[in-house]
């Protein structure tokens, strides 16, 4: 039996890979016909589905990232980044189109902003055999956007006997998607951040959020930034704070969080210690720049 077997699982991190360049110790943001000058700069791997892998193969867990990945200069830069992390690679689908995807995250004190470019479509040529991996138990989805390229993905994860978790990862179009609810029928773990939950929910308080997102999915583990999170999970609502720690960058912490949050979950550990292992997840991650680099220290 293998380790991922043993602990509930292997999961599947499936959506894009992105190269982050992160500027840190901005003034101010960058206004049109003005140039700012950055105090740092971080050329990290990034996006959810690289991230939640990273952090998940960290904790122990057998992960392997489902994705396609450029072969254009830039991409091939990045790729040793991707050796190091400790995750299954046997899944990556390499493709020319598939790069360069990029991501500019300028960071001003707590403040973020983010440009990125999608190249070629989202689902690798590599699912089908991902979902039919015998030590794969579970599916994270990285952001709705690749639930919305790959219609019936859940459907033909549940087939498969895996659970599935999605993180709604903010597309300013598609978190207004009328059709959002529906789409994520079957989802059993629901991973929003309180700025996409308050969106859906239509109500900016958190517990009335979750309040209303649990209706539609088992479970819900709602990210609250430096105030913690809170998590819906077995008919109760639960609130648990975050540490104080020094915050360098921000990037990534969500899908840390996720990345934790899912390790205990597929151990089938109590709510509180499923919540808790999510934002200490998400606090270690924000103690550096880009969303994986805390754990290469």
């Not at 700069?41 to 392997?64: D, V």
Request: negative net charge.
């Amino acid at each position: 039996m293998t380790s991922g077997q043993a602990r509930g699982g292997a999961v599947l991190s499936l959506g894009r890979i992105y190269c982050d360049l992160i500027f840190i110790g901005l003034p101010a943001m960058p206004r049109l016909g003005r140039e700012v000058f950055a105090e740092g700069m971080t050329l990290s791997l990034g996006g959810g589905a690289f991230i939640t892998a990273a952090h998940s193969a960290a904790h122990g867990r057998t992960t392997a990232l489902v994705a396609r990945f450029g072969t254009d200069a830039l991409s091939a830069a990045m790729e040793p980044q991707l050796a190091i992390q400790g995750i299954d690679l046997r899944f990556l689908d390499r493709h020319p189109e598939a790069g360069p995807q990029v991501t500019v995250a300028m960071i001003e004190g707590e403040e973020r902003a983010f440009l990125s470019r999608r190249a070629g479509k989202a689902e690798p040529a590599t699912l089908e055999a991902a979902l039919a991996w015998s030590e794969a138990r579970h599916l994270h989805i990285a952001e709705y956007a690749t639930l919305v390229e790959m219609p019936g993905i859940v459907e033909r994860a549940k087939a498969r006997g895996l659970t599935v978790s999605l993180d709604p990862s903010w597309d300013d179009t598609l978190i207004r998607d009328p059709q959002f609810l529906d789409r994520c029928a079957g989802i059993d773990v629901f991973l929003p951040n309180l700025e996409e939950a308050s969106v859906l929910a239509g109500a900016a308080e958190p517990r009335r959020a979750i309040a209303f997102l649990a209706e539609h999915f088992p479970v819900v583990a709602l990210k609250l930034g430096a105030d913690g999170g809170m998590l819906s999970m077995d008919q109760e609502i639960l609130t648990l704070p975050a540490p104080q720690v020094a915050v360098v960058d921000t990037t990534g912490a969500g899908d840390a969080f996720n990345a934790g949050f899912l390790d205990a979950w597929l151990d089938g550990r109590p709510a509180g210690e499923c919540l808790s292992a999510a934002i200490d997840a998400g606090s270690r991650s924000v103690q550096a720049a880009g969303g994986a680099s805390v754990l290469a220290r």
